[in-house]
């Protein structure tokens, strides 16, 4: 090891972000030998401390190299240099060190990681000793958070404890310049776990080479469940339309879109548009399900009926990679295994049980998933990704690091927050010692299966981090009946309730740490219960974190025929706004007679007819007079299949001009618009114009309306988020429109803009109402 010569320098280096579980330290210890600097570095709860001595060149150049050198997994989010120092004692090895405890956070779990370029070239080089094996990982990559069962993170509490290191992974496991250092699930042929195939009545197959009949299989047609990273998928040939239409028919998934799997760019163009920023995404350790729209028109309608877009990732398991170079199909349908809307399938016997009919065979790992996980979703929007479902690749990370999050068990005046979120497409919040951590998406609350793995969860991550959920400080939705709600209760909350769609606009808010900032915030979403009782779902906030949003606009409110039955049913919905029109304005006759007679029964006794501001239910109304009049099944539907009329090839001629939506004394109104939709479609306008016209219209009137409060309350910042912002066009007619104007806008990346995201803002007013904390940069002295 390098003297350190007279006159050298001594420093501590701190480096922030997602620097633990992704092979930091080993690249720390090989870019300090290379520089020839001794000293140590070791993890500790607020990421990874150095202390590094030699000539200041070498320490200039190392230090720059952290952020510069830094492993793909790895997010390097600061490089603070804490103390520098003439180096007296002349040290001469650089060591890694154990983790330092620090605060109530002593592991930082990493979520799961794509197959990195390293292990992709040993799994095809037939020279390699971990040739075709397809759980070959190493410290940037692999399996973390899904084969966790306890803590600390180590391979005796992963799912990999069952198969002890043979002699030549134990070697690199420990030896610290090796990629494979302290890799908790490291495996090879010899000593490792390994793939099978069975028939579809679970008997073994015997083929020497399970994975190659696999690929097979899918070549032939078949539908193959197959044993991923998070759970079981159901994979056949996206391009054969009978192999498509089956799995349909035997997932009882009648029109909710399936994913797609390719094995590189090249294929994923050759059917989608992919741009720079959507190819990045797609490449991303991450490797998350990336909306994209069509560009080859002959791929099987029954993939996404209906839909604009399609969702597609790249193979991110080694599995999937040998699985296409073994002869799958290009493009493959990769869709969570379940039956219908039940949960991602992720134990063995449970997806043997639960998918009996629907596989033709099974390809089954031996390594154990510890938890489900599913697959992510993001879309680029103006440029940039946010997240749609945030799960594998993200979870359980933090999403924001700030002493505002600094709550520690050992403190009773300032416990950890436990925000629970919403009840559908939920994940939750768990905000302690300076991070929040956002879980994986968990479903919908009101399936059993669901509710529980979310309770397990809750139980699970809040273990991970040394936080009694009994203690936290937990908030929870106004709605007393969601899942969530219920789980508060049990736990002896809520400390604090808030407001579905306050915690929507919180959401963006706490993303970029803006906890001052004032802003108009534009809440559209499906429905969450208001303050006064109603359903909300077109709202508008002013204020900022700190000082508290308050609501200050909202859609006319229109009936809603049925309340929550209403939410699957755009006829049932469009009867209740339409009964808002003036006399003059026919409307009956568009609509199914059954449904107008049904509804305007309950509309006119009073029966289960709560009052909406519901711009998700305004969507609807548009798709059912534009056709959409049976029930939907699945959420969002008529919203997707009026955003895909408005985008249709050959309808996207010059911009429309928008349907009146005025926005006076605080509220938008809905009948001008719908007056004029009722009218072109009396004209026989075609139903894209009149998509187009309607997005232009809503998004106009969100120009106006944002544009009116933002002067009123003295701010240039608009915020949008909501369910409805994942429609593509409206989001870019009303982002246009609010720049035209000067008008900053800010909307979700890191959580989702539906209710995946809530949590966040949750978590956020809550640690804005608790009293403000300095940052302390704990530096131990004596870190061990
Ligand atoms: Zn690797
Ligand atoms: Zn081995
Ligand atoms: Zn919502």
């Known amino acids: 090891m390098a003297d ?90 650089f060591e890694i060190r154990q983790s330092a405890e620090g605060g109530s956070v002593t592991t930082l779990i990493s979520p799961d990681l794509a197959i990195c370029d390293a292990c992709l070239e040993e799994l095809f080089d037939p020279r390699d000793r971990r040739y075709g094996y397809p759980y070959i990982n190493c410290t940037h990559c692999g399996p973390r958070y899904s084969i966790i069962e306890g803590l600390p993170y180590d391979r005796p509490k992963t799912t990999m404890a069952a198969w002890p290191l043979c002699e030549h992974c134990a070697r690199q496991y420990d030896d610290p310049a090796n990629r494979r250092f302290h890799a908790q699930p490291v495996a090879c ?308 309730r808030v407001q579905h769609h306050r915690a929507h606009i919180a959401s963006v808010l706490a993303e970029r740490r803006a906890w001052e900032a004032v802003v108009v915030g534009v809440a559209f979403d499906g429905a969450g219960l208001g303050e006064d009782g109603t359903v909300w779902g077109g709202e508008a906030f002013a204020g900022s974190l700190t000082g508290g949003l308050a609501c200050v606009a909202h859609l006319r ?43 305007g029964r309950l509309i006119e006794t009073g029966a289960r007819t709560p009052q909406t501001t519901s711009v998700g239910r305004l969507f609807d109304t548009a798709a059912a007079l534009l056709g959409f009049d049976r029930a939907m099944t699945f959420e969002g539907q008529a919203a997707m299949f009026l955003e895909a009329l408005a985008r249709a090839d050959g309808a996207a001629g010059a911009p429309e001009d928008g349907y009146p939506l005025p926005f006076e004394r605080g509220a938008w109104d809905h009948r001008p618009l719908l007056a004029a939709l009722v009218a072109d479609v009396r004209r026989k306008v075609d139903a894209p114009t009149c998509a187009r016209r309607f997005h232009a219209g809503v998004a106009h009137g969100v120009v106006l309306g944002a544009a009116h409060l933002a002067r009123e309350v003295g701010t240039r910042t608009v915020v949008l988020s909501g369910g409805v912002w994942q429609n593509r066009l409206l989001h870019a007619s009303a982002v246009a429109g609010l720049r035209a104007l000067g008008l900053e806008v800010w909307w979700n990346h890191a959580v989702p803009p539906g209710d995946g995201g809530v949590s966040l803002g949750q978590a956020a007013l809550a640690a804005a109402s608790r009293s403000i904390r300095e940052e302390l940069d704990h530096v131990p002295r004596h870190p061990l």
Request: charged fraction near 20%; hydrophobic fraction near 50%; proline fraction near 7%.
């Open 4 to 93: 350190v010569a007279r006159g050298g320098e001594r420093a501590r280096i701190r480096v922030k972000g997602v620097v633990q579980g992704v092979g930091f330290r080993p690249f720390v210890y090989l870019l300090a030998h290379r520089h020839g600097l001794a000293g140590w570095v070791l993890n500790d709860a607020r990421g990874v401390l150095i202390e590094a001595a030699g000539e200041p060149a070498a320490l200039a150049a190392f230090t720059a190299g952290l952020r510069r050198e830094a492993p793909a997994a790895a997010r390097v989010d600061s490089v603070t240099t804490l103390e520098r120092a003439p180096a007296d004692a002349p040290d001469r090895t």
């Open 189 to 496: 042929p010899r000593c490792g776990p390994g793939y099978a195939l069975l028939d579809a009545g679970g008997s073994p197959v015997d083929a020497p080479d399970a994975i190659g009949e696999a690929a097979r299989l899918l070549a032939r047609g078949a539908i193959v469940a197959v044993k991923g990273i998070g759970g079981y998928h159901l994979a056949c040939d996206a391009r054969n339309a009978a192999s498509v239409q089956a799995l349909r028919l035997r997932k009882v998934r009648k029109e909710k879109p399936f994913a797609l799997m390719a094995n590189d760019l090249a294929t994923a163009r050759s059917a989608l548009r992919v741009s720079p920023a959507e190819a990045e995404l797609l490449l991303s350790p991450a490797r998350p399900i990336v909306l994209l729209e069509r560009a080859e028109t002959d791929l099987p309608a029954a993939l996404a009926p209906g839909n604009a877009d399609l969702g597609l990732m790249l193979s991110y398991a080694p599995l999937h990679h040998l699985l296409f170079a073994a002869g799958a199909p290009t493009l493959l349908v990769m869709t969570s295994a379940n039956r219908a809307a039940e949960p991602i399938a992720y134990r063995d016997e449970a997806a043997l049980r639960d998918l009996a009919g629907l596989a033709d065979a099974f390809l089954v790992g031996q390594r154990g998933i510890a938890r489900r996980v599913d697959d992510s979703v993001a879309v680029v929007l103006d440029g940039r990704p946010t997240l749609l479902r945030r799960a594998r690749g993200y979870a359980p990370a933090s999403v924001v690091d700030d002493p505002r999050f600094a709550g520690a068990t050992a403190h009773d005046d300032d416990p950890p927050i436990l925000a629970l979120g919403a009840g559908m497409k939920n994940a939750f919040t768990l905000a302690v010692a300076g991070h929040a951590f956002v879980s994986q998406h968990l479903g919908d609350l009101d399936q059993l299966e669901a509710r529980l793995a979310f309770e397990q969860t809750v139980h699970d991550l809040c273990a991970m981090y040394g936080v009694d959920p009994a203690r936290a400080y937990v908030v929870a939705d106004l709605h007393p009946d969601y899942g969530s709600s219920r789980l508060a209760r049990a736990l002896g909350g809520p400390a604090l």
């Open 557 to 599: 409110p229109a009936p809603l025929p049925g309340g929550d039955g209403a939410a699957r049913r755009p006829a049932q919905a469009a009867v209740g706004f339409l009964w808002e029109q003036p006399d003059g304005v026919a409307w009956r006759d568009l609509l199914p007679p059954e449904t107008v007679a049904l509804a």
